[in-house]
């Protein structure tokens, strides 16, 4: 069992900027395949991005594809979500989510995940 903690949201201008950090605790991180999902108000959960165990493998939502990138340091049990030139449209809460399963191809549901962390407001101002 893992368990996930979010860090590094807050409020951010149109085009700027922000890193994302999940830190994890309990046996086996590195071989779980982690994912980060985002929720606005009123909406359903979105898939942003899925890394595979050893970092080799990843795969993004199409409205995050070239500003968005994940990445993983297992000696640091954090996975990462570094997010660029962000727009308002960005503004959710984001979710960490972890699962031992390996992936073939990057799955982009949120049932595939067991382990999810409480979220990070990330907000975007015009």
């Known amino acids: 069992q893992v368990q996930l903690v979010e860090s590094g949201g807050g409020l951010v201008q149109a085009g700027g900027s922000l890193r994302l950090s999940c830190a994890s605790s309990?046996?086996?991180?590195?071989?779980?395949?982690m994912g980060w999902f985002r929720q606005a108000p009123g909406k359903e959960r979105e898939f942003v991005a899925v890394?595979?165990?050893?970092?080799?493998?990843?795969n993004y939502g199409d409205s995050v594809k070239g500003r968005f990138t994940i990445s993983r340091d297992n000696a640091k049990r954090t996975v990462y979500l570094q997010m660029n030139s962000l727009k308002p449209e960005d503004t959710a809460v984001y979710y960490c989510a972890a699962d031992p399963k390996a992936f073939i191809v990057g799955p982009t549901t949120a049932s595939w995940y067991n382990y999810w962390g409480q979220g990070t407001q990330v907000t975007v101002s015009a």
């Open positions: 890394i595979s165990w050893g970092g080799e493998s990843t």
């Open positions: 309990g046996r086996t991180y590195s071989s779980y395949t």
